[in-house]
């Protein structure tokens, strides 16, 4: 007879064992982002992406989201320019974060597009590697 517990067990594994590779990828760079967010950004941006009133800009509602590759670029070369999230503008600097690695930068970038970006799908190393060879420092 298979206990409760037993049986829960059994879905809870069988529900893994259905998932797509990249299902199961997207959430793995998820739970990186997640930590790597709150280590790297949060202290700005908040842990609930709003930012900090006049300081620094909010992360939802942003569309820096929606440009994958400008956002590797930014979370690595950091950015001086100026820049309007939901009709407010925002001039203070965002430092560079040159330690950071290539997948690193694709689990902030997942977990910032599955969080607030509607996004569902991580973003690849290869896709990271791509857009920093193509962006300047800023």
């Known amino acids: 007879m298979i206990r409760p517990a037993g049986a829960l067990l059994v879905l809870g594994l069988l529900n893994d064992a259905c998932q797509s590779s990249q299902e199961l990828k997207s959430e793995q760079y998820f739970a990186e982002g997640y930590q790597l967010y709150t280590t790297y950004c949060s202290n700005c941006h908040q842990t609930d992406g709003k930012g900090m009133s006049g300081l620094y800009p909010p992360l939802v509602g942003s569309g820096q989201l929606t440009e994958k590759s400008r956002l590797a670029c930014i979370i690595k070369n950091g950015m001086s320019d100026t820049i309007m999230v939901?009709?407010?503008?925002?001039?203070?600097?965002?430092?560079?974060?040159?330690?950071?690695?290539?997948?690193?930068?694709?689990?902030?970038?997942?977990?910032?597009?599955?969080?607030?970006?509607k996004d569902s799908v991580f973003t690849s190393i290869e896709f990271v590697e791509k857009s920093l060879k193509d962006c300047a420092p800023n």
Request: charged share 30%.
């Open 86 to 117: 939901n009709g407010k503008e925002f001039s203070r600097p965002m430092p560079p974060n040159p330690k950071l690695k290539d997948l690193e930068i694709a689990e902030i970038v997942t977990y910032l597009n599955i969080k607030w970006g």
